[in-house]
């Protein structure tokens, strides 16, 4: 891999922990947000192409609707959708406790952290597109 795709895959990394602690800091009582941040900084450590892939195979399809900020991201229902496109369950589940905000997005949400949120998820997908471009050369 490249230097340039090293770099898009670290910041990538660090700005999906980074998305996860700020979840912590607004719904500190979220226990699987704790769980999943200890595991996707084990992942990011050892394999952070995975991480990488997951959302690309997982999350890229809404690119659309995160670029847009179309609340439908996080309200519609994916679960199925999500697990049955991904062979590793651990890569369902990852993807899910992020996607699934559903409950909090619509009740516990300022429009500020929101927004927050939104800032995150385009910057993920900005980033995942330029790994994409650089691994492809």
């Known amino acids: ?9 670290k910041a990538f990394c ?7 602690e700020d979840l912590i800091r607004i719904f500190p009582e979220q226990v699987d947000f ?5 595991g996707l900084r084990m992942i990011s450590e050892r394999e952070p ?4 892939r997951q959302f690309i195979d997982n999350v ?8 847009s900020k179309d609340e439908s991201f ?19 589940g990852m993807v899910e406790k992020v996607l699934n905000l559903k409950s909090l ?5 300022s429009e500020e952290n929101k927004d927050i949120i939104w800032k995150y998820m385009q910057v993920l997908v ?12």
């Open 14 to 20: 660090k700005n999906f922990l980074d998305l996860i």
């Open 74 to 92: 996080f309200l519609d229902d994916r679960s199925n959708s999500i697990e049955s496109q991904v062979q590793n369950k651990a890569g369902a």
């Open 105 to 109: 997005w619509k009740d516990k949400l």
């Open 60 to 67: 890229m399809q809404y690119r659309e609707k995160i670029v």
């Open 34 to 38: 704790r769980m999943f941040q200890m």
């Open 1 to 9: 891999m490249s230097e340039v795709s090293e770099r898009y895959l």
């Open 126 to 137: 900005l980033l995942a597109e330029k790994w994409q471009e650089s691994v492809r050369g």
């Open 49 to 52: 192409e995975f991480i990488m």
